[in-house]
């Protein structure tokens, strides 16, 4: 760069973006805008916020930790109850669940795979709002509601699905659950398909049962397709909005299915309280940085080099 | 994967596949019905459906597309208009994201560089935060830059996407780098070189990012949502949502509307379907 020579092609060569040295940081440079412009001055401006008043977008007062003391209503804690509760269910359903499904997709048992594959992955293209529209009426107040009417041949008493917390809470599952599914499905077969049939078939020689592969090849060699789908159901447990307002726009009955997303949205847009609605976004980030972390930590992500 | 001997396990292979396709079938049924409702429903007079819910019966007698021309003159067409905000929307987004996802992914893959190992963990810890917690500075952003209310708005945050930089970066990963050396031998630059040699080779990663690009920008709600005033600007879930109220639902526009917002991405999918998993397939996630 600092070269003396006089000649003004070499000079020119030097500087040039065409340079193999300037290459990759040209290539890179969107991205390293896009971080500091929507998350690092956004990430900053919370946390300032988190400890401010604001009255529209342009005054400020500082109010200290006021924000993080008054944070702890009733309606706050239920929302941090109510996703928690939603996230660790989806774990437990969305994480072992459509690996079920990958590994009968891609053994030899099952005819038609690929149908079932690109039939399951059909609901996801659905906007939820939609979808979520078919799910409030099947399970609507109605004692003629579609699922009343099927819970009533085995004799039930009808119930007001939506309106509380244990079944609104189940219906919420079961429309992420219907979303879900094959995408997760999908993740896990493209990683059933990168490992090798040498292996199965070395381990049959060796006499080792289907259960047996399983748990010495399979599991093994989707370990990093089970970490990236469990942070990506973290990630979707803990951000979840749109679900909850499609079954019951913004108009929780008892504040039943409102997550930490909705509240920070009533906060800040609703009762315009941006400031407060900065401090419950960060105790979000907080949450989802541990659980990660934590998450990272039992899958002994952090033993080997990532790669 | 589990590769059962037909000749020694025959017994059991049948029955492992019978059971097994079995539970294929009712998982397909179970998670096809909400969208036999959607077509059927749309074909009803909304007060059937006010009244008396879903039901499994298509009654002839008062079945009839008229929903469907009611759509149409639904507030002098603004169906239409929430419509073309979402076309508007997913192709800028899915355009804009996936050149410059691929363009950062494969600079990470293909180049070292100074700094390259504190980028992709930027990436990698971009990917475990909730974009939502950012919403009100981003939402303050667009006002001091008077870009509320616009479609630029709408995408500022999904402009270099972090999952598809991870996705391309893996992607090109897989690919051989003696590429760029013989390109270069071949006197293009190296920005010709991706333009003309290594993006017909991610064709794949293309179409598998732009089907999951398209499916996030179809579907999202809360930042439209906050972003758009102007009713006919709404994209369709916004739309869609204004026309549930405390007061009734209006269904002879919300059935007939969701299957119209429905269909094409469907048809898309179906169309692309196996590129779309080939995509995918081959930039298998790696830690």
Redesign the interface.
């Known amino acids: 760069m600092t070269t003396p020579a006089p000649i003004q092609p070499s000079r020119k060569r030097a500087f040039s973006l065409?340079n193999?040295?300037v290459?990759?940081?040209?290539?890179?440079s969107?991205?390293?805008l896009?971080?500091l412009l929507?998350?690092l001055?956004?990430?900053i401006?919370?946390v300032i916020?988190s400890f401010q008043h604001l009255d529209g977008?342009n005054s400020a007062t500082f109010i200290g930790l006021t924000n993080y003391e008054r944070m702890w209503s009733r309606t706050f804690v239920q929302a941090v109850t109510t996703t928690l509760r939603y996230t660790v269910w989806d774990l437990l359903i969305l994480v072992p669940v459509p690996l079920l499904?990958a590994?009968?997709i891609?053994?030899?048992?099952?005819?038609a795979?690929?149908f079932?594959?690109?039939?399951?992955?059909?609901?996801?293209?659905?906007?939820?709002?939609?979808?979520g529209?078919?799910?409030r009426?099947?399970f609507?107040t109605?004692d003629?509601?579609?699922i009343n009417q099927l819970t009533g041949l085995i004799g039930a008493e009808p119930r007001k699905w939506l309106m509380e917390a244990g079944t609104g809470n189940f219906v919420l599952i079961l429309l992420t659950l219907?979303r879900w599914?094959?995408v997760n499905i999908?993740?896990y077969?493209?990683?059933?398909?990168?490992?090798p049939?040498e292996l199965?078939?070395a381990a049959?020689i060796d006499g080792a049962n289907?259960w047996g592969?399983?748990v010495h090849?399979?599991l093994p060699g989707i370990?990093?397709?089970i970490?990236?789908v469990t942070?990506l159901t973290?990630?979707g447990g803990?951000?979840m909005?749109?679900e909850s307002?499609a079954l019951w726009?913004s108009?929780n009955p008892g504040g039943i299915g409102r997550t930490i997303?909705g509240y920070?949205?009533m906060t800040?847009?609703n009762k315009n309280n941006?400031g407060m609605?900065?401090t419950v976004?960060?105790v979000?980030?907080g949450m989802?940085?541990c659980v990660?972390l934590i998450q990272l930590w039992l899958m002994g992500?952090f033993k080997?080099e990532?790669? | 994967m589990m590769i059962i001997k037909p000749k020694r396990n025959n017994m059991k292979h049948t029955i492992l596949t019978v059971l097994a396709t079995a539970l294929m079938i009712i998982t397909a049924i179970l998670l096809m019905i909400p969208f036999y409702f959607m077509f059927i429903s749309s074909l009803k007079p909304g007060e059937e459906i006010m009244r008396y819910g879903l039901s499994f019966k298509i009654d002839p007698g008062i079945s009839s597309f008229t929903n469907y021309t009611a759509l149409q003159d639904y507030r002098e067409g603004i169906y239409w208009s929430w419509y073309k905000s979402s076309l508007i929307t997913m192709g800028l987004q899915t355009l804009i994201g996936l050149f410059f996802g691929s363009i950062v992914g494969y600079g990470i893959a293909m180049y070292d560089f100074k700094g390259k190992g504190a980028i992709f963990t930027i990436v990698l810890i971009l990917l475990m935060i909730p974009f939502e917690i950012l919403l009100l500075p981003l939402y303050r952003m667009l006002i001091w830059t008077s870009t509320v209310d616009t479609y630029f708005g709408v995408i500022l945050p999904y402009i270099v996407p972090p999952f598809m930089v991870f996705f391309f970066r893996q992607y090109v990963s897989g690919l051989p780098h003696d590429l760029l050396e013989a390109g270069r031998i071949d006197g293009c630059t190296d920005y010709g070189i991706f333009f003309r040699i290594m993006m017909p080779i991610m064709i794949p990663a293309y179409g598998a990012m732009a089907i999951l690009s398209c499916m996030n920008s179809w579907n999202n709600l809360l930042w439209p949502l906050i972003v758009i005033n102007t009713d006919r600007k709404f994209t369709i879930p916004i739309g869609m949502g204004t026309t549930i109220t405390p007061y009734g639902n209006a269904y002879d526009v919300l059935m007939p509307g969701a299957v119209a917002a429905v269909v094409p991405i469907v048809v898309v999918y179906l169309f692309c379907q196996k590129a779309f998993m080939a995509g995918l397939t081959s930039g298998s996630i790696k830690g």
């Not at chain 1, 290459?23 to 890179?28: A, F, G, I, S, T």
């Not at chain 1, 077969?189 to 490992?195: D, E, F, R, T, V």
């Open positions: 065409n193999p040295k290459v990759p940081y040209v290539l890179v969107p991205f390293v896009y971080f929507v998350y001055y956004p990430a401006t919370t916020m977008p499904f590994v009968l891609n053994s030899t048992i099952v005819k795979a690929s079932f594959k690109a039939l399951y992955f059909i609901p996801a293209l659905t906007s939820i709002i939609v979808a529209i078919v799910f009426l099947a609507g109605l003629t509601s579609l219907w599914l094959g999908v993740y077969y493209s990683g059933l398909q990168a490992i049939n199965y078939e049959q289907a592969q399983f090849i399979t370990k990093p397709v970490i990236y942070t973290v990630l803990f951000s909005f749109t307002v726009q108009a997303v920070m949205y800040g847009f941006m609605a900065s976004g960060l979000l980030l989802v940085l990660n992500f080997k990532n790669g």
